[in-house]
Structure formats: structure tokens, C-alpha cells
T-cell receptor, first 114, second 111 residues
């Protein structure tokens, strides 16, 4: 069964450094998402992406964050200058369409900012 | 404010027993409601989806209900197994493409 994959599984970085989290969505999906989950907290929406542009973003997704789909398969989340409070699990998700189409989540990348 | 509240926050049940998890949502305009299972350190996996007109949906030993009038949903787990130990997240879809996540019900099944 096709699945969303994410790399790396765990990223450790120093505060102020840039990180890029990578995702490979399911191949025939058209809508892509990033979420984060701080330890012990609920999953929070960051951004949705469709047709090579951001369709929605939350208040968390400030100028430090950016997303790209550099080729036909990868979907990346970049954090330009990481802060301690960026430490969280970051989940990528994709879905084929809207409405009742299921959103499939990747296994997540655990980001630790020191 | 678009939000989802779940209860109980956590519960421990004996293997083979049943349990029911509760979800209250306040989102607008409502699209559909899903329950996800999230194993520790993994991404959420969809269990059920219900639209406004659906009252109940089953997926194996999982049965979800939806009352769109009271904006409540429940997830019933029948004959629990050790592998059911996980966080169960209620997610309300609203608008064109937005999701509101609950904090999850942490279920621990003990032998």
C-alpha cells in the first residue's frame, strides 16, 4: 500500500540553524500538508499546499517557515532560524482530493533544537 | 472558535473489555469528522470518517457515532486488544480544507 515517507526520522540542530524536513507524498495525491505536534500537545496545522502554491497557513507558519515542492515527488518544510520552541514532531500528510478523501500522514520527523 | 475537546484524557482498560471515547466539536461550517489512531512516535492513521448525514460507522472493532445536532461523537472499542494501546484523535474537518484536532484520548490496554 502506498504511504507517505519522511526523512530524517530525527533531526537535532542548534538554535539559529536552518533545517529542511523532507517528505515524499503518495504519488497521485494533489494536496499536501505540514503539521506539528509538540510533546504532549495536540497536532497543529501549519500549512496546506496545492497546485504549487500555499493554499492556507496557520498563525504558527510565520516568515521563518517555507515550503517547496522542488520536483514531482518531494515536499519540503524549511525552518530558517530554529528556536527552542520549534522542537516538535513534524508530520507531512497528503490526500488525493478534498471532501471525504482521506488524509494520509507520514511517520513524522522529530526535530530537537538545542 | 473552531476546536475539538476529548474526554477522558486517558484511561486504562483490561484486555478484552470495551471502552468509549468522547469528542465534542465546535467548528463551522462542518464538513466531516474523523477518528485517527496514533501509535507512540508515529503519524495518525485514519479509522473512520462520518459526514453530517451519517450517525454511525464501523471499522472492525471500532465503531464511531456522530450526533450533528449536539456536535458530539464517540468511538467505541469492542473487545480491546493490547495493540489498541494508542492515542485516539478526533478531528473535525470544516470549511474547504481545514482541520481541528483534539488532544487525543490516551488508551492503555493491560493484560
Amino acid at each position: 500500500e502506498p504511504e507517505v515517507t519522511q526523512t530524517p526520522s530525527h533531526q537535532v540542530t542548534q538554535m539559529g540553524q536552518e533545517v529542511i524536513l523532507r517528505c515524499v507524498p503518495i504519488s497521485n495525491h494533489l494536496y499536501f500538508y505540514w503539521y506539528r505536534q509538540i510533546l504532549g500537545q495536540k497536532v497543529e496545522f501549519l500549512v496546506s499546499f496545492y497546485n504549487n502554491e500555499i493554499s492556507e497557513k496557520s498563525e504558527i507558519f510565520d516568515d521563518q517557515f517555507s515550503v517547496e515542492r522542488p520536483d514531482g515527488s518531494n515536499f519540503t518544510l524549511k525552518i530558517r532560524s530554529t528556536k527552542l520552541e520549534d522542537s516538535a514532531m513534524y508530520f507531512c500528510a497528503s490526500r488525493r482530493g478534498l471532501g471525504t478523501d482521506t488524509q494520509y500522514f507520514g511517520p513524522g520527523t522529530r526535530l530537537t533544537v538545542l | 472558535k473552531n476546536q475539538v475537546e476529548q474526554s477522558p484524557q486517558s484511561l486504562i482498560i483490561l484486555e478484552g473489555k470495551n471502552c468509549t471515547l468522547q469528542c465534542n466539536y465546535t467548528v463551522s461550517p462542518f464538513s466531516n469528522l474523523r477518528w485517527y489512531k496514533q501509535d507512540t512516535g508515529r503519524g495518525p492513521v485514519s479509522l473512520t470518517i462520518m459526514t453530517f448525514s451519517e450517525n454511525t460507522k464501523s471499522n472492525g472493532r471500532y465503531t464511531a457515532t456522530l450526533d450533528a445536532d449536539t456536535k458530539q461523537s464517540s468511538l467505541h472499542i469492542t473487545a480491546s486488544q493490547l495493540s489498541d494501546s494508542a492515542s485516539y484523535i478526533c478531528v473535525a474537518h470544516y470549511g474547504n480544507n481545514r482541520l481541528a484536532f483534539g488532544k487525543g484520548n490516551q488508551v492503555v490496554v493491560i493484560p
